[in-house]
């Protein structure tokens, strides 16, 4: 059978039902997740619960939501709610990849240990244009009013907003100068009573670029981190399978394992908190945010950003505090330890994180080689893979949000958060970390086992063990089989130990040839006279 499969013809009933499960399953679970974190967060109380988990579904696959309308209260004109919001929830972008990469993996996987190039641009093209006609779907839907009450957003605390004072502005140098014909101060205490409607919408032709980019770019790490899954045949199939993945695999795999740390320490933190809905909300829908930020900062990334108002909170301590401080230095761990020495833990998990990636890397990486020669290859490797996935999780976690509500020009309220991380910086960090992790990684693997996984050369290429689909793959052994604690190789008690002969054997001789029996004398008749005696002497 043709590896390539130029000639092959397509099953496109099943690419189409492989295409609708795994589209299907990857928004229903996206769904659920905004849906949940939402009611925790109590932000359902403001509007509808439907269009808005649409709009955070289309917020997590790299669409784009705006705010409509203006508010006006009391005749006041020229009020006007602005709000730019940059920042996707990774939480519920990443319960969408595992879904579709998993159903799109299974769906390869049913197909053989081979696939053809045209089947497999089948099965990826079906699963892409039905996730971006359904996120299409979702844009339209997206859309509502919701209702910001005044006396939430800290409107009384201004002169004239309720708070208790006579309604005077007192300015320095000139004293208390009144009320200034009740322009701005009674109106902001009007405003703090009036409930403003604010609605959004989802800008469709920005969503549908960026699904489309968000699920090819599911598809392609989910090929290059499955170690089982087919390809095509051909010399870069082959470079993919024994190169790239088992570097791949292990980064990810290191990577969900850290977005469960941060899982867990959030539902720690919920136990002890005054409101663990809201704790478990936000976990819900931004745990991968938080996780994937102290990665590259843990790794000594350096970040540039400002937090303002109640946005401010948002943030972890002493996070937080740093940028209230000080916004015009980068936030690096140094920085941030010099406020909470405790902050040096997040570098060494960081560390750690990556020599276990380097340790996985190296153990799933073919052997066969001298120590320093694989060593070398798999630094090479995984610093590669670093360097492009370091700069990535930097852009994924690229946070911009302002939010203020501005009456004829005075800003009543301002919140807004900033944080951008250096890509550059995290590239060749993340080369460096990365070969460094690799050659360590390796190190430690060959001095247990002696190098990764053993080679199999199969009909036109060449392939590690775990490469090779099959339903029974025992992993080789860490050490070498030593007879007196083998049981298997033990002889049973009742044989001796002794060496033997080596064969060839010679041949037996051949039987001597047994004697021919003789034949036997007639028997007598059983039947009839006796025979006559002879004849005797005289008397």
Known sequence: MDAGGSGERVPWVDVLLAS???????????????????????????????????????????????????????????????????ITPLGIGLVGALFLAYFFLRSLRRAGPYISGSELAARAGGVVILFVATVG???????????????????????????????????????????????LPDRLGDLVDAKAAV????????????????????????????????????????AVRRNVRPAASA?????????????????????????PKRIAGAALLGAPNGVWLGVPLGLFVPWDGKATGELAKLLPDPLDELLRVS?????????????????WLLAVA??????????????????????????????????????????????????????????????AFGAGIELHGAVGMALLLGAAWGAGA???????VYATRGGGVPEVAGPGRSASVADVPGPYRPAPPYRPSNDDTNPYLRPPPEIHGAPTMAGPFPAPPPPPPRPRPRPRPPEPPEDGPPPPRPPTGGR
């Open 199 to 238: 609605g959004f919408s989802v800008n469709t032709a920005d969503s549908l670029a960026g699904a489309l980019f968000w699920v090819l770019g599911v598809l392609v790490v989910a090929l290059l981190a499955s170690r089982r899954s087919p390809l095509p045949g051909g010399a870069l199939a082959a």
């Open 327 to 343: 916004a015009d230095e980068p936030v690096t761990v140094g920085r941030l330890a010099e406020l909470d020495g405790r902050v």
């Open 350 to 411: 960081a560390a750690v994180m990556m020599l276990y990636a380097g340790v996985l890397a190296a153990a799933r990486t073919p052997g066969g080689s001298r120590v320093f020669q694989f060593a070398g290859r798999c630094a090479v490797r995984l610093g590669l893979v670093t360097a492009l996935a370091l700069p990535l999780l930097v852009w994924l976690t690229d946070v911009s949000a302002d939010a203020s509500l501005s009456v004829l020009g005075f800003d």
């Open 137 to 183: 779907g979702l844009a339209w839907a997206g859309h509502d009013v919701i209702t910001i009450d005044g006396a939430e957003l800290g409107l009384d605390d201004l002169p004239g907003g309720g708070g208790g004072g006579d309604g005077g502005i007192e300015v320095p140098g000139l004293g208390d100068i009144g009320d200034i014909g009740g322009l």
């Open 438 to 444: 690799g050659g360590l990684g390796a190190v430690l």
């Open 251 to 275: 980064l990810v795999a290191v990577l969900l394992v850290a977005v469960l740390a941060g899982y867990a320490a959030a539902g720690y933190a919920a136990i002890g908190d005054d409101h």
């Open 20 to 86: 609708i499960a795994a589209v299907s399953w990857a928004l229903v679970g996206m769904a659920g997740a905004a849906a949940l974190g939402l009611h925790l967060l109590g932000a359902d109380s403001a509007g509808s619960l439907g269009p808005m988990t649409a709009a955070v579904v289309v917020l997590a696959v790299g669409g784009s939501v705006t705010p409509t309308g203006d508010v006006s209260a009391f005749g006041l004109e020229g009020a006007q709610a602005r709000t730019a919001v940059e």
